[in-house]
């Protein structure tokens, strides 16, 4: 091959290379369709928050949602909900390790929480209210405490702290193999 033909040779597979990605973007390791079973095509049809897409070699029909915005409030109901499982499962004798990973946690959400506005007033709460993790109870009862500050700032009801054991238990697993403390000695000799 000549030069010239390999520079053509080259710069044919380098359009069929982006042909090929711009059709069919390549999925991560947890896609769970295998290349054999991408669309050939797609066709979408919005119906609500859904959309169809079409698998002409099988002839099925598969339901795929599309991203859309999250609102804040949605972001924070799930973001407390992180915290108030973590805090329900927080060790009652923390390692000295698992109580500065709490107050970076938190330094870090107050740094990179997705919603400017909210990330701002939470390092004011957090520089008023410092982290208090020195067993599973003192630190609910912070988180608790810490939460009623943001509830506040936003006009709403005040949640009973002595309550919050009621409301927000351990994360539902088998044989309690998600305890921190069980599950990790590694971890507590850090
Ligand atoms: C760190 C952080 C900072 C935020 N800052 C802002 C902000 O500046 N501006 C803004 O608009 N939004 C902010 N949000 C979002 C806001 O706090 C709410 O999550 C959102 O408004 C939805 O409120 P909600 O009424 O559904 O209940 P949420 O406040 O999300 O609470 C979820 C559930 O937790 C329970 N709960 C309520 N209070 C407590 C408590 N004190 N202790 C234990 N459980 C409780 C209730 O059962 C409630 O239904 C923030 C969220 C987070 C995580």
């Known amino acids: 091959m000549n030069p010239i033909q390999l520079i053509f040779k080259t710069y044919q597979n380098l359009a069929q290379c982006i042909q090929t990605h711009v059709s069919h973007p390549p999925s991560s390791s947890t896609d769970s369709l ?7 095509f797609s066709s979408t049809t919005s119906s609500g928050d859904q959309s169809l ?12 949602q599309f991203a859309k915005p999250v609102s ?5 109901r799930s973001t407390w909900t992180f915290l108030h499982t973590l805090a329900a499962q927080f060790p009652d004798r923390p390692t000295r390790q698992q ?6 946690l938190m330094a870090i959400l107050s740094r990179l929480y997705p919603c400017k506005e909210c990330a701002d007033h939470f ?12 067993s599973q109870s003192e630190f609910s009862q912070w988180l608790c405490h810490v939460h009623n500050v943001v509830n506040r700032s936003l006009g ?7 309550r919050v054991d009621a409301r927000w238990g ?3 697993c088998r044989e309690r193999a998600c ?3 069980g599950s990790s000695t590694e971890y507590r000799n850090r």
């Open 156 to 162: 709403k009801l005040v949640f009973p702290c002595q």
């Open 53 to 64: 897409i079409e698998f002409p070699q099988e002839k099925n029909l598969i339901k795929v």
């Open 72 to 76: 804040k409030e949605e972001l924070g």
């Open 123 to 134: 390092k004011e709460v957090l520089s008023a209210n410092p982290v208090q993790a020195g």
């Open 170 to 172: 351990k994360l539902e």
């Open 34 to 40: 295998s290349n054999h079973h991408r669309p050939l």
């Open 179 to 181: 305890d921190l403390e």
């Open 99 to 104: 109580n500065k990973d709490v107050k970076e």
